[in-house]
């Protein structure tokens, strides 16, 4: 069961291939261990509270900022160290598709809104493509904010598998 949603104009694509099954790119998307080895931007630390892959299902987890550079800008934009984000899935089709809603409700003076993204996975050989959509945020400063800090992740993504496949 899906609950498909139509990305907005201005979406960006990020895409990546990785030196390994798309199962071992599942498993790492898509449970609490795999996630906490690459799923936030470098200088920050992730755990996850819950994790309930099914449309409808969320994922919870809190984000803590450890670097010097992003503790100054999490400061900086008013947020604690320490931030709990939810997600909600809207599609979960292993191993090719994941998609979520992410509730964006950390933005100073900004009304809470929701935020999609679709991963689609796509195995070529041993080897994985991923595709990753983003959705526009409300401005263009945290829009290009947020897809370096996703291609910073799958980046992060890429070293995770490498850990794994030695």
């Given amino acids: 069961m899906t609950t498909e949603l139509t990305p907005s104009t ?8 990785y030196d390994a099954p798309a199962e071992l790119v599942w498993e790492l998307l898509t449970t609490a261990a795999g996630l906490e080895e690459w799923w936030v931007p470098d200088g920050f630390d992730i755990r996850v509270s819950e994790l309930d892959l099914r449309p409808g299902g969320r994922l919870r987890y809190t984000m803590t900022a450890t670097s010097p550079e992003q503790v100054a800008f999490v400061r900086d934009t008013g947020n604690a160290l320490s931030t709990e984000f939810h997600k909600t899935f809207t599609e979960v089709a292993p191993p090719a598709r994941l998609a979520y809603l992410s509730l964006i409700d950390f933005v100073p003076g900004h009304e809470p809104y929701e935020h999609l993204t679709t991963i689609d996975i796509e195995p070529a050989g041993d080897r994985t493509n991923l595709v990753m959509t983003l959705d526009p945020l409300h401005d263009e400063t945290w829009t290009r904010q947020h897809r370096a800090h996703r291609g910073n992740e799958l980046d992060n993504l890429e070293a995770a598998i490498r850990r794994r496949t030695l």
């Fill in 10 to 17: 201005g979406t960006a694509r990020i895409e990546r291939i």
